[in-house]
């Protein structure tokens, strides 16, 4: 397996504060089956920052203690870039980084609660830069969980999303599980990723998620996710499906 969004790199955010922890993190995702973590520390999101060249230089020193202790699991550079319209410019001065250093995919996080009436625009120019945008944890947007279809409108303009493992197994709550159901189920997400912190309250849940969907939809789409997240990460094409619209659903029988 391979996780695509992931906070293991110590003391740069909200992730784990030293490296014996991050060590904990990889030797768990290790028991898990996780091979590959691309390694997404916060970027202007009001608290850190954390820039190309940095995260690079990071992701190395925690490959060569990983390599040390012996743990089945290699770190690749990522960035998890709260939306701001100054995304474009930070690419073409090379701050901005794009994950696994592709020059394709990037992450884009919006603020929890909205979306920024620039979004769609912003979203447009980073695609006319070759790049493609993945919309993190859309589930647990205030916005989106009202009104999915802001979500869907997203999608069919060219960006794609990623949906966090811990909220496909409930830990977020119900109603964001069964959101995330919801864009799984409309093609309206492209790839499970764990938005793991630590070993405690924020673990990675992949393996979890994955046999939920099994249990959900089937083994295909299981392998589908996994694939798309292997070719995101040799920034090749991913495999889509065309977005459906959320139907509102009736209540008590009424029309």
């Known amino acids: 397996m391979i996780d695509i969004h992931c906070h293991i790199l110590p003391n740069v955010d909200d992730g784990p504060n030293d490296v014996e922890m991050s060590l904990s993190m990889a ?13 997404t520390p916060h970027h202007r999101n009001g608290h850190f920052q954390n820039t190309k060249q940095e995260i690079i230089s990071y992701v190395q020193a925690l490959n060569n ?25 930070e690419y073409e001065n090379g701050s901005l980084l ?7 995919y990037v992450f884009v996080e919006f603020p929890a609660n909205d979306i920024p009436r620039y979004t769609k625009q912003l979203l447009f120019d980073l695609q006319l830069k070759g790049l493609t945008p993945v ?19 997203l999608v069919k303009d060219g960006s794609l999303t990623q949906v966090t493992a811990a909220s496909v197994v409930g830990k977020f709550g119900k ?81």
């Open 27 to 39: 030797r768990n995702a290790a028991n898990e089956g996780i091979t590959h973590i691309i390694a």
């Open 65 to 89: 203690e990983i390599v040390k202790e012996g743990i089945p699991i290699t770190i690749l550079p990522g960035q998890e870039t709260r939306l701001n319209g100054d995304m474009v410019e």
């Open 98 to 104: 794009t994950l696994n250093n592709t020059e394709r």
């Open 135 to 153: 919309i993190v944890h859309p589930e647990r947007n205030r916005a989106i969980m009202e009104n999915p279809n802001r979500l869907y409108r």
């Open 175 to 255: 109603k964001i599980k069964e959101l995330s159901m919801q864009l799984i189920e409309h093609s309206l997400t492209h790839f499970i990723a764990s938005d793991a912190h630590n070993v405690t309250s924020r673990i990675f849940n992949m393996k979890a998620a994955y046999d939920q969907i099994e249990r959900e939809f089937d083994r295909d789409l299981v392998d589908e996710f996994q694939l798309n997240a292997k070719l995101l990460v040799e920034g090749k094409d991913i495999y889509t499906h065309e977005p459906v619209e959320v139907r509102k659903k009736k209540r008590f029988g009424l029309f």
